[in-house]
């Protein structure tokens, strides 16, 4: 009979993302997804570090499961995310129900680790490995099938705001292939996907070379025009200082292209932008506007 196991996911769209890519990856040792989480042989708790209070959240969310349990026997317990990269384990020692503690850039790792599950042993996992752990999910097929579906298509950051953690917590800039980008989003297309947002914690950063060609975010949006079962194509979260031409031009000549800007702008001081090592002033964001606003006249922006 197969073991159940149930998710429950903090924060951002990648973290959704990366949840459902969990479930595709724990099928293959005889895991099924279960809605109900009284009824799983392992719980994962997928964390964001984003908000405040955060690590907090993870140890309540325990004392809950802890009590639905109380008389039942005790699912293997997995934190992920975030957090998980974060505090490690400061986790194993502070909250002794969790078995398993595991960064975003090892999840390529949790197969091994729940097979070789030992009741009472403690194990951590937050080495970053990016490259690694998309070589695994390039492997399995993406099963999502809702009308809009994500897909990762970088990870990490390099700029280091200061206000910020994810350059700690999902490493440095890491553009996946392009080719097995679109493979993936062929596979949601066949499984009825209309709509795909692209994502990444800077995804307008995203470049990958191959054979002395440069791919960048502009040629996925492109070639993804190209798909007639695909209605519609998003992406967040993009930066200012990476809103390149070519990006901007999609605005014009995508049919398919969301006339929708995520732009986040943090401050209208450059005192407090250059605190915050933003490394852009109020007027190059206000350039990135126009030139955008000018392309086409429909674009919102949030």
Not at 41 to 65: F, M, P, Q, S
Not at 70 to 76: A, C, G, L, T, V
Not at 178 to 189: C, D, G, M, N, R
């Amino acid at each position: 009979m197969n073991q159940k196991i149930f998710i429950k996911t903090f924060g951002c769209q990648m973290n959704e993302y990366d949840s459902n890519r969990i479930y595709d990856s724990v099928k293959k040792i005889g895991f099924e997804k279960t809605e109900k989480y009284e009824e799983a042989n392992c719980y994962l708790l997928n964390t964001c570090h984003i908000r405040d209070k955060a690590k907090e959240k993870v140890y309540h969310e325990i004392g809950r499961v802890k009590k639905i349990f109380r008389s039942k026997q005790k699912p293997i317990v997995i934190i992920t995310g975030c957090v998980a990269q974060a505090e490690n384990e400061e986790m194993l020692k502070r909250e002794p129900y969790i078995d398993f503690v595991i960064g975003p850039q090892s999840y390529h790792k949790i197969n091994n680790v729940i097979q070789n599950f030992v009741e009472k042993s403690k194990y951590e996992e937050t080495e970053i490995d990016t490259h690694d752990k998309f070589k695994l999910f390039d492997t399995i097929k993406n099963n999502s099938n809702k009308i809009s579906s994500f897909l990762t298509i970088q990870e990490g950051c390099d700029k280091f705001c200061h206000f910020c953690v994810v350059p700690f917590t999902r490493g440095p800039e890491y553009s996946r292939p392009f080719a097995q980008i679109i493979k993936e989003a062929e596979e949601l297309i066949k499984n009825g996907v209309k709509e795909i947002t692209l994502l990444g914690q800077n995804v307008n950063a995203y470049s990958y070379s191959e054979n002395n060609k440069e791919y960048r975010i502009s040629d996925l949006i492109k070639r993804l025009e190209q798909y007639s079962e695909l209605k519609r194509i998003r992406y967040t979260t993009s930066h200012p200082r990476d809103m390149t031409e070519d990006l901007i031009d999609c605005y014009s000549s995508s049919k398919k292209l969301m006339p929708f800007v995520h732009l986040p702008i943090q401050s209208g001081s450059d005192k407090i932008l250059h605190l915050m090592n933003r490394k852009h002033k109020v007027e190059d964001y206000l350039k990135v506007y126009e030139k955008l606003i000018n392309i086409n006249n429909d674009i919102k922006f949030s």
